[in-house]
Each structure stands twice: as structure tokens, then as C-alpha cells.
């Protein structure tokens, strides 16, 4: 598969790292409005063909898919263009900035017979995947409550300045991926509350976020970020699970220590994710997720599967998002199917 990669910023270098690692697809040409990160990336990766328009691109290179790199204002145009063009996507997180955008990117791109995957990549997480499997798998039984948790005080503002300038920040940034994971391991849910606050004065959005969702299955979930949390060890960017099931507990602590307790006993395994040549710590679980997510995004296309994180699938998540939102917004609690 020939693929292009729209957005060179400062995400994107993992992904063309992950990509040279995979086989079965070639990035074949680079996009970037700012030339300088197109050229600096292009040099850094050797890949001859760049373009700073992106239609200009899809008029002139045979692709098969694009992978969109970009912050969330150009998702829509760019995910359209693309199902016009009659390609494969991925795109990144936050997918949409509304719901009847991120609905109308979905129907584009089904429409156009082709695949849509949202770059939703915590749930891939080597780690996390192994506990969202562990509980699938039956080994707590029928898991009742869970606490996803992200928090942390790491600096992520300078890697990522317009994360400090937006009015929402960190559901829509880091809560989406983590409410995500609760809908890997629960299923859809039915009504979300949310409580938010800004801490750090130095931005504009809130910066701790605290959920609780039904699940329409019968558990009960508590998903809670932080950017504001002072605290040793430092986790970032480790999700922490705390899950308990009919027949037992499984936790997921600082350190990548998954432990499953039943009647039957005590396990404990180191789940640490390998540090991959082009990775560093403590990024490196993201990394990996990154090489993972992608393989899942070839490997469906050639077996015309829709991928676990599709643009549909992902929809719900959105949903949790902006639920999230209006209930903090309102001191209600919502239902994202109201949505
Ligand atoms: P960034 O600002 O560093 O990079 C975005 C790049 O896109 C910039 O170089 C910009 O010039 C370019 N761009 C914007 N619109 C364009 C257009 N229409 N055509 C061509 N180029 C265009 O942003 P970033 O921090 O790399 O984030 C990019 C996306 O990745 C965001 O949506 C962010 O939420 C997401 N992200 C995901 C993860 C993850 O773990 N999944 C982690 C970090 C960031």
C-alpha cells in the first residue's frame, strides 16, 4: 500500500517512524503547510515527494491511503478530500470538533466504499491491551466497576503549545483517549457526569476532569485526568487500572505491574512495553502503541475488516466527550446517545 502523511508536526514523526517499520505499506509523500517541517521531516525520513497542498498532492500521486497528522480544524476537509479521491484513512484524535462533523466524515468515506480509522491509540497500549484482554477473556468473570486514571503533572505544553490556548483541554485532548479505554473494557455507555477545573492558571481549558459513567452493560466506571497532579513517581503517560470483576480484581499500577488476583490466587507480570529502537522514555508506551495501531489499520484492510477503532466506532467516543462537556457545563448528567 502506497500512503502519503498529511501534517508534519510534532505527533507525526512517531508515526513515520512506526510506518518504516511495517510491511505491506510505504509513505510515499509528505504534506505540510509550514515548509520547514516539511522539509526537516522529509530529509529526516528521505522521502523525496512533498507537498505543502494537500489537494495538490492527492492530484498528483497514486495512493492508496493517507494517514492525517494534523490538529483538528483540517480534519473534516482533509477526510473528505480523501474519500473523494476514493482512499483509505487514518486520521488522529480529537477525530471531529462536533459530532455532525465527525458523522459526516464517517459517511464520506463509507459512501466511497473505503476504510476510516481514527488514530485512537491508548487502548492499543501493549499494556493496556493485555489487561483489556485479560478481562475479556473471562479471567475476573463479569467486571462490575473500573477506575481508568491518568494523572500526572508532566509538562506537555511546550511539545504541544496550542494545547494551553484552547478553550477545552484536557477531555477533549487526553480524556478522550482514556474514556475510550472504559468503553474497550465496558461497552457503550448510558448516561456520563463530569466535574472539571483549571488549575494551572498559565492556560485556558480545564486541566483535571473527573467522570462516571453507566455502562449500558450493568458496570459503573470512574475515568479521571489530571495535568495538575504533583506526585512521585512521576506516571506520565501511563494509564492506571483499577477493575473489578464477579471473580476477582485486576490492577494495572505505576510501573506497568498488572496484577490479577482470584480465589485461585495472586499473578504479577511486568508489562512494561518494549522500547523500540527509534523510542524514548518515558514516551515509549505511546510509541509502541503507535507501530501497533497502524499494523491494525493494514492488517483490516487486507483482510476487509473494519478496524476495532474505526470512524465509526470512534464516534461513541466523541459522544463521551462532548457529554463530558455539556455535563460539567451544567451539573447534569447526560446521555451521549442524546447526542
Ligand atoms: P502539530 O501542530 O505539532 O502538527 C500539526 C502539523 O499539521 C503542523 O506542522 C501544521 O503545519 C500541519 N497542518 C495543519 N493543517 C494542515 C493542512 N490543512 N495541510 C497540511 N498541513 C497542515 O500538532 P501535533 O502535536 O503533532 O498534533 C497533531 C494531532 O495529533 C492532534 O490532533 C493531536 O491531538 C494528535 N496527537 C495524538 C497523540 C496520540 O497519542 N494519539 C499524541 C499527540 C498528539
Not at 481514527?118 to 491491551?129: D, L, M, T
Not at 506526585?231 to 470483576?245: C, K, M, S, V
Request: hydrophobic share 40%; net charge negative; proline share 4%.
Amino acid at each position: 500500500m502506497k500512503g502519503a502523511l498529511i501534517g508534519c508536526g510534532f505527533f507525526a514523526q512517531n508515526q513515520l517512524h512506526a510506518w518504516s517499520g511495517i510491511e505491506g505499506a510505504d509513505i510515499v509523500a509528505l504534506c505540510d503547510q509550514d515548509g520547514t517541517r516539511l522539509s526537516d521531516t522529509a530529509e529526516r525520513f528521505a522521502i523525496a515527494r512533498t507537498y505543502r497542498d494537500a489537494a495538490a498532492m492527492l492530484e498528483a500521486e497514486q495512493l492508496d491511503f493517507v494517514d492525517i497528522a494534523t490538529t483538528v480544524p483540517s480534519h473534516r476537509p482533509l477526510v473528505e478530500m480523501a474519500a473523494a479521491a476514493g482512499l483509505d484513512v487514518i486520521c488522529q484524535k480529537p477525530f471531529a470538533a462536533t459530532m455532525a462533523d465527525a458523522r459526516a466524515m464517517v459517511e464520506a468515506v463509507e459512501s466511497a466504499g473505503r476504510v476510516l480509522m481514527v488514530h485512537e491509540n491508548f487502548r492499543w497500549q501493549s499494556a493496556v491491551r493485555r489487561a483489556i484482554e485479560t478481562v475479556r477473556e473471562g479471567a475476573i468473570g463479569a467486571p462490575f466497576f473500573g477506575r481508568i486514571s491518568f494523572r500526572s503533572g508532566y509538562d506537555v505544553f511546550s511539545g504541544q503549545p496550542y494545547l494551553a490556548e484552547g478553550e477545552r483541554f484536557i477531555i477533549e485532548d487526553l480524556g478522550i483517549h482514556i474514556l475510550d479505554i472504559a468503553r474497550a473494557f465496558f461497552g457503550d455507555v448510558e448516561r456520563l457526569s463530569a466535574a472539571t477545573k483549571r488549575v494551572n492558571p498559565q492556560i485556558r481549558g480545564e486541566d483535571v476532569a473527573t467522570m462516571l459513567l453507566q455502562h449500558s452493560q450493568g458496570a459503573s466506571s470512574v475515568v479521571d485526568c489530571s495535568y495538575a497532579t504533583r506526585r512521585q513517581p512521576e506516571t506520565f503517560p501511563q494509564t492506571l487500572l483499577e477493575i473489578d470483576g464477579s471473580e476477582g480484581t485486576l490492577r494495572l499500577d505505576a510501573g506497568y505491574r498488572l496484577t490479577v488476583q482470584t480465589k485461585g490466587g495472586e499473578s504479577i507480570a511486568d508489562v512494561e512495553p518494549p522500547l523500540l529502537p527509534w523510542a524514548e522514555k518515558p514516551w515509549h508506551n505511546i510509541q509502541e502503541s503507535v507501530s501497533i495501531i497502524q499494523r491494525h489499520f493494514v492488517d483490516c484492510i487486507a483482510a476487509g475488516r473494519e478496524p476495532e477503532t474505526s470512524g465509526r466506532d470512534n464516534l461513541k467516543t466523541l459522544a463521551l466527550v462532548e457529554a463530558a462537556y455539556r455535563s460539567a457545563a451544567t451539573g447534569q448528567t447526560v446521555r451521549p446517545a442524546d447526542l
